[in-house]
């Protein structure tokens, strides 16, 4: 995961009938930071997708007049495009992906999902604080959640948080939740115990709530939130590859 390019990506036999892996990013960031091993395509045959998810790539100000609903497309039609002639369809989601793809599940059979560092309540103090902020404040400065300085300068996305965005993943926070009894996917989900954004109580909630899904948790113990280019980035990989050849296995 340490290509440059913060540009939609298509690897491997796009539109072929192997598996395939969707990939979305976090809020604020690009794809970027969900592409995935180059292994997985090389070695594995997979085809990938990463959509850059609306209001992404453009500008804060862009971000901020973007709805929840236009994530909930992007990241739909993505998915269907992928299983309209895959065998199987895998989705991977990095913090606000990891939302989007619980939203997926709930809609679609996925062949299995993979959640990382996946916020599924903010807290009570963001669920009340940010929609009153949000009222004469269109945005705050961020530092992307990286411990790595290198990676951290590295790291493509916007600096600053239109807090209106944020607003609109509380919001779709609860609508996935409420549902999440709907998700049959079997789930791996992956969080780091220094993540100072998402708590790894987070984790225990998903898989409460999506108690019919089979799932399973992994920490990590070293990162900050963008654990996928952070300094247990080579882990992360090494998790994403064995998740999804554990997931394939019924298929070889």
């Known amino acids: 995961m340490n290509a440059l390019s913060s540009a939609p990506f298509e690897l491997g036999p796009v539109g072929g009938e192997g598996p395939a892996l969707l990939c979305l990013h976090g809020l604020t960031g690009t794809p970027y930071e969900v592409r995935p091993p180059e292994r997985l395509v090389e070695e594995h045959r997979f085809a990938c997708l990463g959509p850059l998810l609306p209001g992404h790539g453009t500008s804060p100000e862009q971000l901020a007049r973007t709805s929840r609903q236009a994530w909930i497309e992007s990241a739909l039609d993505a998915y269907v495009r992928l299983a309209a002639t895959h065998s199987r369809v ?10 989007l793809a619980l939203r997926i599940a709930q809609e679609r059979a996925a062949a299995g999902i993979l959640l990382l560092a996946a916020p599924i309540d903010l807290g ?50 609860a609508e996935v939740e409420s549902r999440l009894q709907c998700v049959r996917s079997p789930l791996r989900l992956l969080y780091s115990k220094s993540d100072p954004t998402v708590s ?53």
């Open 200 to 252: 790894v109580r987070d984790a225990g909630r998903i898989l409460k709530g999506a108690a019919s899904a089979e799932g399973r948790v992994d920490y990590l113990a070293r990162s900050g939130h963008v654990i996928t280019v952070d300094v247990e980035r080579t882990q992360v990989e090494d998790w994403i590859v064995g998740r999804l050849l554990e997931f394939e296995q019924p298929y070889r």
């Open 90 to 99: 895998y989705v991977l989601g990095l913090s606000l992906g990891g939302v």
């Open 124 to 173: 009570c103090w963001y669920r009340v604080a940010v929609p009153l902020l949000a009222r004469f404040k269109s945005q705050v400065p961020k530092t992307p959640a990286i411990v790595d300085p290198v990676a951290r300068d590295a790291h493509p996305g916007y600096r600053c948080m239109p807090l209106p965005a944020v607003v609109e993943l509380i919001r779709l926070q």
